[in-house]
């Protein structure tokens, strides 16, 4: 435990925090993915704070390396400038007067430092900047007994106010004698497949615009979001933006799988909220509750915001704050854009009915069509200038099925008889095969 100050005024009553105490408090409620997740964040905000253009990431790269008895993470991002590292980086919390990087991730200030604690025992920061390069090591325990909050640059490692190479920036992290969490999941390789699972899903956008994450050597991927929108079908569109922050809203249908379905919600990027059918998002709470006749049905919504405090997140980065008056304005929206895309999955269903012969199914037929070209949501989002804010569709293709015109048949037949004809015909299910043995006859017959 840290020494305490020596006061000597004895009108001085001693507040000083413990910091071990700190620390195991620091820590106690994160777990190891969470950790790594937000070294990765910090990594992913100085590439984009580097890159030219943010909507492409290509030619830039964060590598994670889980050993035994290690963990690193390198990036090719801006690095860390001395003064940073020397003024903000390393508080405990962010400072009122430190200003984060546009539209990054971080917001609270205590990620980077909360990680390593719950890394290990043992850190070495290698930084180099635009304008200054440095080493830092930290021994936890030998820093928890000192009573001053500050870590040193190692010695003979400072370099300040020269012009290193722009391409040649980046930041490495190497953490030893790793914590008992960290030596017992390095070597799960269930706890690895996870971490990259999730990883590769909360920076999907990033690596849809070419970021590289490796994880052991092993490139993370990430499926292509995606949506419809072709001369037929076109996407709803909302837009809301001011100085500190901005909205967008996608809503409409990609390829019918169940798992995939719901709302997808980014914050600078990031995903927090991904394919999501419950009430954080409307479903069974100002909407019927999600179920099969849906699945097709994707909401996307990107807000962005130069300040990260502005965004409507929770603390963890693990869900929306539903007490946000910024996020129930926008939930409100989402409601109104997903019932318009309902109408059309509601004309599909209805469409299939009472056995609504194949050659009337004339919406569901131009929808399948339609579903095959469905395109990346980054090149819908290029083109939102000529989308609006009303979801089209062919609605007069619907063909619903009718009394008048539909006639629906039942009979029976012995099962020998039944086995015959499924042979002869190579079809398995009893509605096909009585609607071929009817067509036919009547092909053949009148």
Known sequence: MAKQQNYTDPNIVIADPAKDF?????????????????????AVDAIKARAKVSSDLA??????????????????????????????????????????????????????????????????????????????????????KKPKWEFEFDTGT?????????????????????????????????????LEKDISLDHMLNINKGLIIKINGHILKSDQITLVNDDYIKPTFFEKASEEKSVKILAGISAKEADDGGWYI???????????????????DGLPKYHAQFHRFRGYVFFEAKDS???????TKTGMDMDSAYFKEVRSQMIIMTRQVMDLLDKLKDEKTLD?????????????????????????????????NKFHYPVA??????????????????????????????????????????????????
Request: charged fraction near 25%; aromatic fraction near 10%.
């Open 356 to 388: 609504n012969p194949d050659e009337n199914l004339t919406l569901n037929k131009a929808v399948e069509k339609s579903l095959k070209a469905a395109v990346p949501v980054t090149e819908v989002l290029k083109q939102a200038n000529v989308l609006t």
């Open 158 to 194: 400072l370099n300040e106010n020269i012009q290193n190479n722009p391409n040649k920036t980046g930041l490495e992290i190497h953490i030893s004698n790793l914590s008992d969490d960290s030596k017992t999941s390095f070597g799960d390789k269930t706890f690895i497949d996870t």
């Open 22 to 42: 700190f620390v195991s408090k620091l820590i106690k409620d994160i777990t190891l993915r969470d950790a790594i997740g937000d070294l990765v964040d910090n």
């Open 266 to 284: 980014f914050c600078n990027d990031r995903l927090i909220v991904a394919k999501n059918q419950y009430k954080e998002t409307g479903w069974g």
């Open 59 to 144: 030619g830039y790269e964060i590598e994670i390396k889980l050993g035994k008895t290690y963990f690193s993470i390198l990036d090719n991002g801006f690095g860390m400038e001395a003064k940073v590292a020397r003024m903000t980086a390393f508080n405990f919390g962010k400072a009122a007067s430190h200003k984060l990087i546009d539209k990054s991730i971080g917001q609270f200030g205590i990620g980077m430092k909360r990680a390593f604690f719950k890394l290990g025992n043992n850190i070495h920061i290698k930084s180099v900047a635009e304008t200054s390069q440095f080493e830092l090591t930290i021994d936890v325990a030998k820093w928890l």
């Open 309 to 315: 405090s502005n965004l409507p997140w929770n603390t």
């Open 397 to 446: 293709l619907f063909n619903p099925p009718t009394k008048s015109n539909v006639v629906k048949i039942a009979y029976q037949v012995s099962h020998d008889r039944f086995e015959a004809v499924k042979q002869q015909m190579g079809e398995s299910n009893a509605k096909e095969i009585g609607l071929k043995t009817f067509n036919y006859y009547y092909d053949n017959e009148i």
